[in-house]
């Protein structure tokens, strides 16, 4: 499959795919969010992929969502064709796991697609912010909801009211990002972590991606239940099996499910 705003690669077991449009700091377009939805799509229906990869330039992971195709919609016009909808679901509800790799700006929609993956690796000149109010409008992917969650009311308040940009260092004391890493080991360090991840169970490694997002929909009880009740399903699982048979055996596991 061509596309033309995206690049696509597999690397093993994990499915890479690159924000291109250099032209516009990865701005998401709606050409952009269509082939990202897409390339997503089959990377989920390939059972040859256990992790996947979102990255975009150095300079840019995303500078959000496209201002100069959004300048000219109207309220009834969004509302009718949601140009984010599908793609931003596309991301959230990706089952396999999702590494965001960010370099340069995620800003706006990019930070909020960053957001939607499952954990964020970030090189030292990662930038991020939620600077639509200086466009007269509020963040419109999940920002006001995702970023408190990763951040706290504090720091989303913050950055959302002021607009200003948060550097790597303190996106990662904030806890937005799982590591800082130099520009130029940043897509070792991601690779290697998908690579780790890809060599795991898929179906373990999907149910531990759901249980962890169930944390943040239902309360304690509920969640405690819904993990005990999933682990127990997974002794069904010839990978658990293996997985302790393997340790037993003082040797590496070779999951079935991968
Ligand atoms: N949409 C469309 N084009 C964009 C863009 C965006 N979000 N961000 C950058 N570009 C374009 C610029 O217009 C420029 O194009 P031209 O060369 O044709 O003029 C090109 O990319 C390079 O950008 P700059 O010249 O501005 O680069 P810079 O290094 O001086 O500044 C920047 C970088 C600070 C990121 C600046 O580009 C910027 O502020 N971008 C907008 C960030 C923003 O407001 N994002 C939120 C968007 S709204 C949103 O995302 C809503 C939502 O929640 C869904």
């Not at 998401?28 to 989920?44: S, Y």
């Not at 009834?76 to 949601?82: E, G």
């Not at 370099?103 to 990019?110: C, K, Q, T």
């Amino acid at each position: 499959m061509a596309y033309k705003t995206i690049q696509v690669k597999t690397e093993g077991r994990v499915g890479v795919i690159t924000l291109n449009r250099p032209e516009a700091l990865n701005a998401l377009c709606d050409a952009l969010t269509g082939e990202l939805a897409e390339a997503l799509a089959a990377f989920e229906r390939d059972e040859d992929i256990g992790c996947v990869v979102l990255t975009g330039s150095r300079k840019a992971f995303a500078a959000g969502a496209d201002i100069k195709e959004l300048q000219s919609r109207d309220q009834v016009s969004l509302y009718l064709n949601d140009p984010f909808a599908q793609t931003w679901e596309s991301v959230a509800r990706f089952r396999k796991p999702i590494i965001a790799a960010v370099s340069g700006y995620a800003l706006g929609g990019g930070c909020e697609i960053a957001m939607m993956c499952d954990f964020i690796i970030a090189s030292e000149t990662a930038k991020f912010g939620q600077p639509e109010i200086n466009l007269g409008v509020m963040p419109g992917s999940g920002g006001t909801q995702r970023l408190p969650r990763a951040v706290g009311k504090a720091k989303a308040m913050d950055l959302c009211l002021t607009g200003r940009m948060m550097d790597a260092e303190e996106a990662e004391r904030a806890g937005l990002v799982s590591r800082v890493v130099p520009a130029d080991d940043l897509m070792d360090t991601v690779m290697e972590a998908a690579e780790a991840i890809a060599t795991k169970s898929l179906p373990v490694a999907m149910m531990t991606k759901e249980a962890i997002n169930r944390s943040f929909e239902v309360g304690l009880t509920e969640g405690v239940l819904f993990e005990r009740r999933v682990f127990q399903s997974q002794f069904s699982l010839e990978d658990q099996r293996e997985g302790m048979a393997a340790f037993a055996e003082k040797r590496a596991p070779h999951f079935k499910h991968r």
